[in-house]
């Protein structure tokens, strides 16, 4: 289980030979612990921290159990972490009233360590249970929709062959869309993008995105402009007219195969570099280009560039989930180490099939957010 | 967790207490940000130098910042970016968007 998977309990108590008890215990079971020695202690770490529970000691100086329980229920995105009583107390009356808070139990303070373990292990199950059921309910409806933000295969191009590898966060759908478009036997459209955020509401977004990408790549094509900056330009700029896209951002890299000339296209908002492996010298380099992210400035200014694959060249174009890591000292954004595991198993050889198989899987166990890479090569 | 260090040459200094920067704080932080600009009125530079990694949502919360900023004739200048950040803003030319310092003693008086 990785960091990011593992649950996480908050433990606030004044005592702190108790909370260090505790904290020793939890260690053993694979829960962090982060502590608290008050409300107020509790009240500033939950600014920057989201436990997947809260076990709150009910007498502390200052603000009591209580009254924490009363300030965290003010907030919307706290009250829903479920929240347990610690107290040494067995007045009726007072364990009600933190009932009454919503708080889900009570555990007495003289409970053994292991039973108290034992119980809050248990409620953690039961709220993971609960989650994966909300959202296993949420993806079938979506499913059930049949919308899609990728595609289920890829095209048949002249010349060309495509792939593509996709994983989603946690199995949530996220922000990163992918779509094929082919205008007729010459010309195919790739759009690659990544909508900032994570999970449903970024997905939400991912239609706004992928119906005027659609819109303009097709308005375009009528008027024979098979210009990928105009498009993205056009894209930009009614994306930014859009007063419900208005605060919502995206990467884009939108590339157009011409199987005549057996050229690629490529023009990029806030994409990241795509990366271009010439077979002949075994080395991959960086395609960049200039435009900014889409929904930024209306105005905003894109230019294209041609692509030459040779044969046995590949193409990767791919979100920056691909490039963040989890690792035993936290996460990190590293688009070279990307490039040069990337390097390694083309230089022995292995396919983007074989890669899928082996490579992104274990990418996939440092994931922390939505991964999406398209490969093209020269047939 | 954005805490007001001082006002200085006509900016507001802010220093960013967190360490991952990423969705779990991305909404806070971009309520926290818009205001203060709102209230303060004035340019505000963030440092960012506890910030180790930074996710595609909070990037967007800070891009969407700078673009109320913009809206009130305001800024947002970044500063203490650590090399891996500031290599990501380069890849995704968020470079040419924000203006980003290496600290305050860089940043022009306004």
């Known amino acids: 289980m990785t960091e990011a998977t593992r649950n996480k309990i908050l433990l606030i108590d004044d005592n702190s030979l108790f909370l260090n008890i505790l904290v020793q215990a939890f260690a053993k079971t694979g829960i962090i612990c982060i502590t608290a020695g008050s409300a107020k202690e509790a009240i500033n770490l939950l600014q920057t921290n989201r436990p997947d529970i809260?076990?709150?000691?009910?007498?502390?100086?200052?603000?009591?159990?209580?009254?924490?329980?009363?300030?965290?229920?003010?907030?919307?995105?706290?009250?829903?972490?479920?929240?347990?009583?610690?107290?040494?107390?067995?007045?009726?009356?007072?364990?009600?009233?933190?009932?009454?808070?919503?708080?889900?139990?009570?555990?007495?303070?003289?409970?053994?360590?292991?039973?108290?373990?034992?119980?809050?292990?248990?409620?953690?199950?039961?709220?993971?249970k609960q989650r994966e059921l909300s959202t296993a309910e949420v993806t079938n409806a979506a499913k059930s929709l049949n919308v899609k933000s990728i595609p289920a295969k890829?095209?048949?191009?002249?010349?060309?062959?495509?792939?593509?590898?996709?994983?989603?966060?946690?199995?949530?759908?996220?922000?990163?869309?992918?779509?094929?478009?082919?205008?007729?036997?010459?010309?195919t459209f790739i759009a690659l993008g990544d909508v900032m955020g994570k999970k449903w509401m970024a997905w939400y977004f991912t239609f706004g995105f992928l119906s005027y990408i659609r819109s303009a790549v097709r308005f375009a094509t009528f008027n024979a402009d098979y210009s990928t900056a105009s498009i993205l330009s056009k894209v930009n700029h009614i994306i930014c007219l859009d007063d419900i896209l208005q605060d919502i951002l995206s990467s884009l890299s939108l590339l157009l195969i011409d199987t005549e000339k057996q050229v690629i296209t490529y023009s990029g908002a806030g994409d990241l570099p795509l990366l271009h492996y010439?077979?002949?010298?075994?080395?991959?380099?960086?395609?960049?280009?200039?435009?900014?992210?889409?929904?930024?400035?209306?105005?905003?200014?894109?230019?294209?560039?041609?692509?030459?694959?040779?044969?046995?060249?590949?193409?990767?174009?791919?979100?920056?989930g691909m490039i963040d890591f989890a690792g035993n000292k936290g996460k990190k954004?590293?688009?070279?180490?990307?490039?040069?595991?990337?390097?390694?198993?083309?230089?022995?050889?292995?396919?983007?099939?074989q890669m899928k198989a082996t490579l992104f899987d274990t990418l996939a166990d440092a994931q922390v957010d939505d991964c999406s890479i398209i490969n093209i090569y020269k047939n | 967790m954005i805490n007001t260090i001082k006002e200085q040459n006509g900016y507001l200094i802010v220093d960013l207490n967190i360490s991952e920067a990423s969705l779990n704080n991305s909404d806070p932080f971009k309520r926290e940000l818009i205001a203060l600009l709102d209230e303060k009125q004035k340019k505000v530079v963030i440092d960012m130098s506890k910030v180790e990694y930074m996710d595609s949502s909070f990037l967007g919360a800070l891009v969407s910042s700078l673009k109320h900023a913009?809206?009130?004739?305001?800024?947002?200048?970044?500063?203490?970016?650590?090399?891996?950040?500031?290599?990501?803003?380069?890849?995704?030319?968020?470079?040419?968007?924000?203006?980003?310092?290496?600290?305050?003693?860089?940043?022009?008086t306004t």
């Open chain 1, 54 to 128: 809260i076990l709150s000691d009910y007498e502390m100086p200052g603000m009591n159990g209580i009254e924490l329980r009363k300030y965290l229920m003010q907030n919307k995105i706290l009250k829903d972490i479920p929240f347990v009583f610690l107290t040494s107390l067995t007045d009726k009356d007072l364990l009600l009233q933190g009932l009454d808070l919503e708080a889900i139990d009570y555990i007495i303070k003289d409970t053994p360590v292991n039973v108290i373990i034992s119980k809050l292990s248990n409620i953690l199950l039961a709220v993971n």
């Open chain 1, 278 to 320: 010439d077979a002949k010298t075994a080395e991959l380099r960086q395609v960049q280009s200039s435009g900014l992210l889409l929904g930024l400035f209306a105005e905003g200014e894109y230019t294209e560039q041609e692509i030459k694959l040779a044969p046995n060249d590949q193409l990767f174009i791919f979100t920056d």
């Open chain 2, 70 to 108: 913009i809206a009130l004739k305001s800024d947002i200048v970044l500063i203490g970016l650590r090399k891996d950040i500031s290599d990501l803003f380069a890849l995704i030319r968020l470079d040419k968007v924000f203006k980003i310092y290496k600290d305050f003693n860089e940043v022009p």
């Open chain 1, 154 to 187: 890829t095209p048949v191009v002249n010349g060309f062959g495509i792939d593509f590898w996709h994983r989603p966060y946690h199995d949530i759908p996220g922000g990163d869309f992918i779509d094929f478009i082919p205008v007729n036997e010459r010309y």
């Open chain 1, 333 to 353: 954004s590293d688009y070279n180490l990307f490039a040069s595991t990337i390097t390694n198993q083309l230089n022995t050889n292995v396919n983007f099939e």
